[in-house]
């Protein structure tokens, strides 16, 4: 069965550190969105993407960036990880191009930055 | 920007009542919203969507509605049960270019045996 995939699932590291998490679909969406989910806000849109080479920005991206060279995968990488970046981060893709449609999320990754 | 506001934070409720949970949203072109069901430890799930030119839609035992003039729309569960539990979530989105969904905050519903 298609699925997305996160990891690592739960990490731990230091402030001033770089940190990557790893997101892969085999559903072959087009689009792809990385979320951070905190205690009353919800899920905040931090990066997404159309499409390969395509990326934008979200509500909240300062002090991260994503890359995407194929279409399966959208790593998410903290340049310089900092505590207020502690949070469950959730990958998700969609089908649709031509208007908005089902998300499905990944299981999320929880990071701590202590 | 879009703004999705939601309430309540939390909900309980008796098993067998109905639960209801309502949003509103700031942009009035938005056209898309729906609602995601979020278990313990999982990624969120979606369960059920509106679009803007259907006032009403049912699945079975939960039902959204949509007022346009308003701009809010809510969930309803009728005959809740146990495993109804879970954090619950409304989005909406616009039919443009960045067909993004905004988020509400979450209802944590608690559904008591």
């Known amino acids: 069965d298609a699925e997305i995939t996160q990891s690592p699932r739960h990490k731990i590291t230091e402030t001033g550190r770089q940190v990557t998490l790893a997101c892969h679909q085999t559903?072959?969406?087009?689009?792809m969105f990385w979320y951070r989910q905190d205690l009353g806000h919800g899920l905040r849109l931090i990066h997404y993407?159309?499409?390969?080479?395509?990326?934008n920005k979200g509500e909240v991206s300062d002090g991260y960036s994503v890359s995407r060279s194929n279409t399966e995968d959208l790593p998410l990488t903290l340049e310089s990880a900092a505590s207020s970046q502690t949070s469950v981060y959730f990958c998700?893709?969609?089908?649709?191009?031509?208007?908005?449609?089902?998300?499905?999320f990944g299981e999320g990754s929880r990071l701590t930055v202590l | 920007g879009e703004n999705v506001e939601q309430h309540p934070s939390t909900l309980s409720v008796q098993e067998g009542d109905s639960a209801v949970i309502k949003c509103t949203y700031s942009?009035?072109?938005?056209?898309?919203f729906p609602w995601y069901k979020q278990e313990l430890g999982k990624g969120p799930q979606l369960i059920i969507d509106?679009?803007?030119?259907?006032g009403e839609k049912k699945d079975q035992r939960i039902a959204v509605t949509l007022n346009k003039t308003a701009k809010h729309f809510s969930l309803h569960i009728t005959e809740t049960q146990p495993e109804d539990s879970a954090v619950y979530f409304c989005?909406?989105?616009?039919?443009?270019?960045?067909?993004?969904?905004?988020f509400g905050s979450g209802t944590r519903l608690l559904v008591r045996p």
């Open positions: 559903w072959n969406h087009n689009n």
């Open positions: 993407s159309y499409g390969v080479q395509d990326t």
């Open positions: 989005a909406a989105s616009k039919r443009d270019s960045s067909y993004k969904l905004i």
């Open positions: 942009d009035s072109a938005s056209n898309y």
């Open positions: 509106i679009r803007s030119n259907v």
């Open positions: 998700a893709s969609s089908e649709s191009r031509v208007s908005a449609g089902e998300l499905f």
